[in-house]
């Protein structure tokens, strides 16, 4: 076990460490692929429309490797944005051509949201597929970052980056159910209230994913428990 990276996760409150991660996801990769799966903004909403035509896009899920532990490295759009203005996500974007895959995807578009070079990410692997109702199919890249590393965020996208203590998390307390109206109709969501922030809709779905990964568990149960 590594010293300084450990992690409590599950109901049996084992310890996880960063060589724990990487092995977790080695093994996810010989799942075959109809087990992985598939997730989204669907998932208990009834009836919720997902358009026909998807746009391909990859993020980054980057897991910041601290001397007093892991931490999930998330920003916060800027207010004048067209899309999703002002709420909290990965780094990441549409695929464009010349990409290579949606990793490649990922590494670009975290390079350019907030400057972190490719170089310093250690990919492990990828969640499940999440399709969105604005029409985006995104593939969750994750990756180990180890400090120290220096951040130049594009003042259009990107109002401030921020971590998160992977433990909270990765802490089924922390996780809640919520509901609101959209177009006339009641929809759920998982979220995150983080202090002052407030983590939701697809990138709170991506880090329950990512929770029923590192708990071992690679078919995601109905309620989300780790």
């Keep these: 076990m590594e010293q300084g990276h450990v992690l409590s ?17 080695m093994r996810r990769q010989g799942v075959p692929t109809r087990v ?27 897991l910041v490797e601290h001397d007093e532990g892991l931490s999930v490295l998330l920003t916060q759009r800027t207010a004048h944005l067209a899309a999703h203005a ?11 051509q010349g990409d290579d895959d949606a990793e490649d995807t990922a590494l670009r578009e975290t390079e350019e949201e907030i400057g972190l070079p490719r170089e310093h990410v250690d990919l492990l692997g990828r969640l499940d597929t999440y ?25 259009y996208e990107v109002a401030e980056v921020f971590e998160v203590p ?23 969501f998982w979220a995150f209230p983080y202090g002052q922030r407030f983590i939701w809709g697809a990138t709170a779905g991506m880090l329950v994913n990512l929770c029923d990964v590192l708990a071992g568990d690679l078919v995601a149960t109905e309620d989300g428990t780790c």
């Design 9 to 25: 996760v599950g109901p049996d409150r084992r310890l996880i460490g960063a060589s724990e991660i990487r092995a977790l996801f």
């Design 86 to 96: 002002g709420q909290i996500s990965f780094p990441g974007g549409g695929v464009e």
């Design 166 to 188: 992977l433990s909270f998390i990765l802490d089924p307390a922390k996780r809640e159910r919520r509901s609101a109206e959209f177009k006339g109709a009641l929809r759920h």
């Design 36 to 62: 992985i799966g598939v997730r989204g903004d669907h998932d208990g909403n009834p009836g919720l429309g997902v358009p026909a035509q998807l746009r391909e896009a990859a993020v980054l899920v980057p």
């Design 131 to 155: 399709v969105t109702r604005t029409g985006f199919r995104v593939t969750p890249v994750v990756g180990l970052i180890r400090p120290p590393f220096t951040l130049r965020p594009d003042p």
